[in-house]
């Protein structure tokens, strides 16, 4: 079954809010105070509609058709051109409620007479009615004015004319007569409020017969481009995951994610309290963004871009030739500027405008003093929304006034992909900063609390030094690590010594040797000598005794001698 149907009113956001636009061939009330914009959504649904092959009147009850033309001329609208191409045709009707009396019936057949005639003229297929109090102003008569009002809008219908009707609104109700938003198939209120003197202009879409549409309040922009609304509190958790990683431009904190570096279109908190590093590491995300040759978005909200140049040149990073080159873009803007709404809207429009791969927000928590906790949080999710949606990362710097606090002030930390803790502690008499990787989801990654050091050559995360009461940093780690070194140096002196003196007794130990080996050697030969005078001895005592007794036995032979 096919709905009603409806006419793109040509302005962004809105079309896609209501699934089409208002509903064709029927009347839409647009009302609000005074200046939240109804002449100027009319005017900008008139103009695309006659841009795109609709022709339409503008019937002004207070306006003057030059002034009309020149409101809306700074916009770049070309209505001028479209006037003399009889696609709008603008009628000033002029009612002095001073020169009318009310007797008798009231009756508008004129104005549909004229009306009528107006857009045959030109073949309208649709038209503005503003504002619909100026026609009715001098008549009190509730009944007369009901049925008037219902005979206009009959009127309408019957014509088939796609029509927007701007409304003052009433004390307590929407319109002042309290009748059109019961006669309109569409009612759009528009809001402009001002809060800490702050103003913000909201829309919502109260009454839409046949269709679905949103209920919140949404905020819209009135700028250079016109008429914008922002419907991005619609926007569901549908968008595309990146399993690509992004260097964080600091070699040794990438090192402590696996797979080195954060999902590309993760969203980066990083908190802590005051001079710990927050801006200082958001700019590391910018450089190397911008050396990847990506586009880049920095929304400074305490800094100029000058200033934060400046101030980052001194730890080593360079912004400047990124700017040059156009691949960074510096969004300066103080957060009482705008209202919430408001800075949303701008920065929504720069990233649209830009294209950027990396959105940088520095400080969020600037926001607090401008808004209720809840209004901060809900634009703040509508940021990170939308840049979710966009596959962009985004890099959200937060200041903490309690050291290691879990949580943000803007309840944001359960929306982070990743959340980095920037701690400043006091300790011997110095503050030094510790960094700390609170979560990153899908990334394995480091638990330990790295100490965090800037200098002239840039940011450096210190492996942890663990003392026996935990992990040292500073002048208490660089006492530590110089006692470990004093005692390394004389452990190995006595080391030195001790193999000097085993080397010594060594030799000592291989003389003595030699000593008694010459000793033996010395020992060895007189025994040899012995040994060869011994066989001497006893071969010359063998060969005696064989002479003596061969002696012995010739004198046997011849006898013995007898005295």
Not at 32 to 42: D, H, N, W
Not at 73 to 95: Q, V, W, Y
Not at 223 to 250: K, N
Not at 318 to 329: E, R
């Amino acid at each position: 079954m096919e709905g009603i149907r409806k006419a793109a009113t040509g302005i962004a956001g809105f079309d896609e809010l209501t699934l089409g636009g208002v509903p064709a061939g029927r009347p839409t009330l647009v009302c609000g105070s005074a200046g939240c914009g109804k002449t100027l959504f009319a005017s900008t649904f008139l103009i695309n509609g006659a841009n795109g092959g609709e022709p339409g009147v503008f019937v002004t009850f207070e306006e003057r058709p030059g002034d009309i033309v020149e409101n809306v001329s700074s916009l770049g609208f070309g209505l001028d051109g479209l006037i003399e191409r009889d696609m709008i045709r603008i009628e000033h009707i002029a009612i002095d409620p001073s020169e009318l009396a009310e007797v008798g019936d009231y009756d508008l057949e004129a104005l549909f007479l004229r009306l009528e005639l107006a857009v045959e003229e030109i073949g309208a297929k649709r038209i503005v009615l503003d504002t619909i109090e100026s026609l009715f102003s001098a008549f009190q008569n509730p009944a007369i004015l009901r049925a008037e009002i219902r005979r206009l809008f009959d009127w309408l219908k019957q014509k088939g004319l796609t029509a927007v009707i701007t409304g003052e609104r009433g004390d307590g109700t929407l319109t002042r007569q309290g009748l059109e938003e019961y006669v309109s198939d569409c009612v759009v209120l528009l809001d402009h409020r001002v809060h800490n003197q702050v103003s913000t202009r909201r829309l919502r879409i109260v009454k839409y017969r046949g269709t679905a549409h949103g209920l919140n309040e949404y905020p819209f922009l009135i700028g250079e481009d016109g008429f914008s609304v922002l419907p991005v509190s619609s926007l569901g958790l549908t968008h595309q995951v990146h399993d690509e990683r992004i260097s964080t431009g600091i070699a040794d904190l990438d090192s402590m994610l696996s797979g080195g570096g954060f999902h590309r279109g993760s969203s980066i908190l990083l908190s802590g309290v005051a001079g710990s590093g927050k801006s200082t590491i958001a700019a590391s995300f910018v450089d190397a963004s911008c050396r990847r040759g990506e586009k880049t978005l920095y929304f400074s909200f305490e800094e100029s871009a000058a200033q934060t140049v400046r101030n980052m040149r001194s730890v080593g990073i360079d912004l400047q030739p990124h700017i040059d080159s156009g691949l960074l873009h510096c969004t300066a803007v103080r957060p009482t500027f705008y209202s919430l709404e408001m800075h949303l809207a701008v920065m929504l429009r720069e990233v649209q405008r830009v294209g950027p791969a990396l959105v940088v927000l520095d400080p969020i928590s600037a926001f607090m003093d401008t808004g209720e906790e809840l209004e901060v949080q809900s634009m703040l999710l509508r940021m990170i929304d939308f840049l979710k949606t966009q596959g962009i990362s985004g890099v959200f710097t937060h200041l903490a006034h309690v050291q290691g606090a879990a949580q943000t002030d803007a309840g944001l930390s359960s929306l982070m992909d990743a959340w980095i803790l920037l701690l400043n502690r006091e300790v011997n008499g110095e503050f030094n900063r510790e960094l700390y990787l609170l979560k990153a989801r899908g990334i394995a990654h480091s638990n330990q609390v790295r100490e965090f050091v800037m200098s002239d050559d840039g940011i450096r995360l210190i492996e942890p030094f663990l003392g026996e009461n935990g992990a040292l940093t500073g002048s208490a780690r660089r006492f530590e690590e110089a006692r470990i070194r004093r005692d390394e140096t004389v452990r190995l002196a006595e080391r030195v010594r001790q193999e000097e003196r085993i080397e010594q007794r060594r030799r000592k130990a291989r003389a003595q040797i030699e000593a008694l080996e010459a000793e033996l050697r010395a020992d060895e030969l007189e025994l040899s000598s012995l040994a060869e005078q011994e066989s001497a001895y006893l071969t010359q005592a063998r060969q005696d005794a064989a002479a003596m007794a061969a002696g012995r036995a010739g004198q046997w032979a011849a006898g013995p001698d007898h005295d």
